[in-house]
């Protein structure tokens, strides 16, 4: 009896799998030429720490020992993001660490959501976040935008990859903005706006003045910033051309545009502010990101993060952070199941040594050593066989090359077949390892 | 407050993950070199497929949704080793894979164990398996061992991790060896065997005689087969010298010979012939390895596998199996913890770029960008300030050069400062990414 997947616990065959290694080792690559440092936390947290806002609107997996005893203090569950080990981290080694603390970090985590493209129960996330003791300065937002978007870029000129756009605003200019028309619950305001893709500008409209008492002029004027959206600094005039003055919306926006100024210079094309950007109302409390792939937007957003106050806190000290999530699952599963991005080869081998018989076994295993003691990944054929069958073998893995005990070397997609010796010869640099691209 | 580690469940400083993640670096490319491919299972299991022969002996962890819903059909576990859902992996996709079939997998797993030394609630494996369908030929039993033999001597030779011995046996020997002494159950008599380095010689002889009723002469036969040993070969004449004749015998001491003979060509010093080494009773049936590191054999077998026949079954085919196991935390915690291993800086950085004044802060990002163009790691300093200042942030870091914005820069373990052109400076290849050596 075969057995079934398990919906939302998707799983990669070895060709899938190549395409995740190559996501995942151009993210690392990327953020450790940034000196971001890696960490990664256990799978489980206490109960107490992934509730610890009161909320358990998360669908938290809970783990608890089959044979457990009175031993067994605390309820544990598994984490559903990396902020929350990454703030008790933090906490718990900050004698330990140095601040500004910078740390990437790729892992699983889970959330039992209904499963659907894209959004699973066990899921790879990549998170980068910068962290201070008591302050952080406000470059980091900058930084850590350009980051990930310089890693995206990787991933799709290397690989493929569709280009991405990310959206980016600022908690401040909203604050101030709303603080300038008088309006003292910015929250309230930001949580109906927030509905703007999903109800309409005349929905939202509908909420600020029934529920919120605000004059239809006032809620129109929220609405009018809320559809500002622009690739460059244009924003700027646009919101002073509403009118409203305000100290904090003067920082909002001097922080937004340095942004979108930098993003421009490094990334063209590729950032956008976007001024109905909320993230929620949890800890954001500056800059905002959310980002989506262009052609996949149903997706939905695969990078997002923001500036936080308050990442962790002692009681004496705080720990202000900025950060950005990459949901790695969201982007590489479609991308497999959908045939977009695949493995040139089901194997790392890059040369299968034929064996003629099983007693010559011994020479086709010294000439794999000798090729990668040289860096070749090398396999040698499972049994002696007519060569026919051999190069099938080779075949049907995508293996580039068969070497034969005389002392020769077939390309097998062009047939070309040369004398060589494994002391030097050298195949192509783009056959040593699998490769991935566009499907 | 600060939060308390959970004991089990071990986390590293920076520092610590720069040891493991070289480690794992380096059996990924010895994996890939000798053509494994690499898989990831979900973490989760069914419990019954963790508790399939009916034991629920290990130290199961059950996962369940907090807002569990009448559609979870299944009860989920935490699987507890690499093997069980492997096993599924290949009945799951047989048909999409290709046999002999050749994976490696480096994951975490989970066992409510009691935590000591080098075993954990949570901890991190490597594994390599080949699996054939229906058959799978012998020489893959040496092959596994020399594979895994020669990532554990590239740990050595580029860490110092100290050096392993590998003890191997073959079940059918010591099966063939009881069978040609009369006995049936040879089971009975392995499980009691096993017991030798708990209870002793004297002790073991007692239970063979008192509990199989074996005669007295017979059992001190059994014994004397479990107390050979050998670095080479010579273990056959001392088994022959025992006077037992069986088929099986001759099969088991044939295997096992061939893999001292190829292991002590390969890798001197690291393999011997241990006839005691049983690998409990569950499913090996041919060749059995386990593994100690030298000086620390308090933290028990660090790598251990064997022979099985039947891997997985759908009723129809049988996937018999080879693989062996690596206890990557049971290593790496160990020596990171008693400062054995350590890295040469807690970040990835090579270069800090000085900043003169956040005016400036554009031109030392400039200057960072043009290093990591060139593939070094470089990070600019959060704040301008003080020179000193600066030097003291990547001393205490243990960044290795300081970028000046005079177009110098200094190695500030020597002190010595040189003009220096961004566009094609490059660091000695040892000062690029953070090392790892015996502490």
Redesign the interface.
């Known amino acids: ?6 919906s939302g ?1 998707p ?4 060709s899938g ?2 395409v ?2 190559a996501v995942l080792d151009t993210l690392r690559e990327t953020f ?13 947290e ?1 109960m107490d ?1 992934l509730t610890r806002k009161g909320e ?1 609107t998360k ?10 005893a009175s031993d067994d203090v ?1 309820e ?3 984490h559903y993001d990396l902020t929350v080990p990454f703030a ?2 933090v ?4 004698g ?3 601040f ?1 603390f ?2 990437y970090q790729i892992q ?1 985590a ?1 959330r ?1 959501e209904r499963p659907q493209e894209g959004r699973y129960r ?1 899921f790879c996330q990549a998170d980068i976040d910068i962290v ?1 003791e008591n302050t952080l ?1 406000e ?2 937002d900058v930084e850590v935008v350009l980051v990930m978007l310089e890693a995206l870029e990787r991933l799709h000129e290397r690989f493929g990859v569709p280009p991405v756009v990310m959206a980016v605003n600022n908690r401040k200019l909203a604050e101030g903005f709303y603080a300038g028309l008088g309006i003292e619950d910015h929250l309230a305001v930001l949580q109906r706006v927030d509905k703007f893709d999903k109800i309409g500008r005349d929905g939202v409209q509908r909420l600020l003045v029934d529920e919120l008492g605000l004059n239809a002029g006032v809620a129109a004027t929220c609405l009018d910033l809320a559809e500002i959206r622009t690739a460059d600094t244009s924003f700027v005039e646009r919101v002073r051309a509403l009118g409203v003055q305000h100290p904090l919306l003067d920082e909002g926006l001097a922080s937004l545009a340095e942004v979108v100024t930098a993003a421009a210079e490094a990334v063209p094309g590729r950032l956008v502010a976007d001024l109905r950007i909320a993230r929620g109302l949890d800890y954001y409390t500056g800059t905002v990101y959310e980002t989506q792939m262009t052609g996949l937007e149903s997706l939905g957003s695969i990078c997002s993060g923001g500036r936080y106050d308050a990442l962790a806190s ?2 004496k000290r705080t720990w202000p952070g900025v950060g950005i999530s990459l949901g790695v699952s969201r982007i590489v599963a479609p991308l497999v199941a959908r045939g977009a991005l695949t493995a040139s080869r ?4 890059c040369v299968l040594v034929a064996v003629d018989a ?1 007693e010559t ?1 011994g020479q086709a295993s010294a000439v794999a050593a000798q090729l ?1 003691a040289r ?5 040698v054929a ?2 002696a066989d007519k060569f026919g069958k051999q190069i099938r073998y080779a075949d ?2 995508g293996i580039p090359y068969v070497w034969f005990s005389d002392g020769s070397v077939k390309d097998i997609r062009s047939g070309e077949q040369v004398p060589a010796d494994p002391q030097t010869w050298t195949p192509p640099a783009s056959d040593l ?1 699998p490769t991935v691209a566009a499907g």
């Open positions: 009896m075969r057995p079934k997947p398990l616990f799983e990669f065959l070895p799998r190549i995740e290694q450790e030429l940034h000196s971001f440092a890696s960490i990664e936390t256990r799978a489980v206490t720490s358990i669908e938290v997996y809970v783990v608890r020992r089959l044979h457990a605390a544990l569950g598994l008790r981290y906490l718990e080694n900050s330990h660490l140095t500004p910078r740390r699983k889970w039992g066990e201070g300065a470059h980091h002692d009681g089901s194997v790392p081998s099983e076994r990668r860096g070749i990944p090398t396999e499972p049994k049907r893995r390892r």
